[in-house]
């Protein structure tokens, strides 16, 4: 007689990320997400992601100049993607255009009116040390009717 293994939870197409204070360990980090809120705040400031570079050479970069010169003491925040899904660029891209999409960051320029996705169908919930109290995202559940939503 033989019996099948059932597992409590089945593996998620849904993105976790896991919010953590940087470090000198997670800014070396690729595929995966940062973010800017104020000091002693809970409101989030910028989005990013990096992709083939380290987040920390994407602090440091060029064209995050403009933000230093925001005058606001900030604290970063990384997280990666756990999914069973395979984390790819363009997954990591997706999760940071919902976000910045859903969450209107002040000094996030692009995709803010618009959302453009690949994975059209995504599902991403924060946790850790995200500033906010929503912690689903999703363009399927309560997408703004507001703001104008775009696919390819």
């Given at each position: 007689?033989?019996?099948?293994?059932?597992?409590?939870?089945?593996?998620?197409?849904?993105?976790?990320?896991?919010?953590?204070?940087a470090n000198?360990?997670?800014?070396?980090?690729?595929?995966?997400?940062?973010?800017?809120?104020?000091?002693?705040?809970?409101?989030?400031?910028?989005?990013?992601?990096?992709?083939?570079?380290?987040?920390?050479?994407?602090?440091?970069?060029?064209?995050?100049?403009?933000?230093?010169?925001?005058?606001?003491?900030?604290?970063?925040?990384?997280?990666?993607?756990?999914?069973?899904?395979?984390?790819?660029?363009?997954?990591?891209?997706?999760?940071?255009?919902?976000?910045?999409?859903?969450?209107?960051?002040e000094w996030?320029?692009?995709?803010?009116?618009?959302?453009?996705?690949?994975?059209?169908?995504?599902?991403?919930?924060?946790?850790?040390?995200?500033?906010?109290?929503?912690?689903?995202?999703?363009?399927?559940?309560?997408?703004?009717?507001?703001?104008?939503?775009?696919?390819?």
């Amino acid at each position: 007689m033989s019996r099948e293994l059932k597992t409590l939870r089945p593996p998620t197409e849904e993105v976790n990320l896991f919010w953590e204070v940087a470090n000198v360990l997670n800014l070396r980090s690729t595929l995966a997400l940062y973010l800017l809120t104020k000091r002693g705040g809970r409101k989030i400031m910028y989005i990013g992601k990096a992709g083939s570079q380290t987040i920390r050479s994407r602090l440091l970069c060029a064209s995050k100049e403009r933000l230093s010169k925001k005058r606001v003491e900030c604290r970063v925040l990384v997280a990666g993607l756990q999914t069973s899904r395979r984390v790819t660029k363009k997954l990591v891209d997706d999760v940071e255009r919902l976000l910045i999409f859903l969450v209107q960051p002040e000094w996030n320029r692009v995709g803010k009116r618009s959302c453009r996705l690949h994975h059209q169908e995504l599902i991403v919930n924060c946790d850790g040390k995200w500033p906010l109290r929503q912690s689903r995202y999703s363009c399927l559940d309560e997408f703004p009717l507001e703001l104008h939503y775009r696919s390819e």
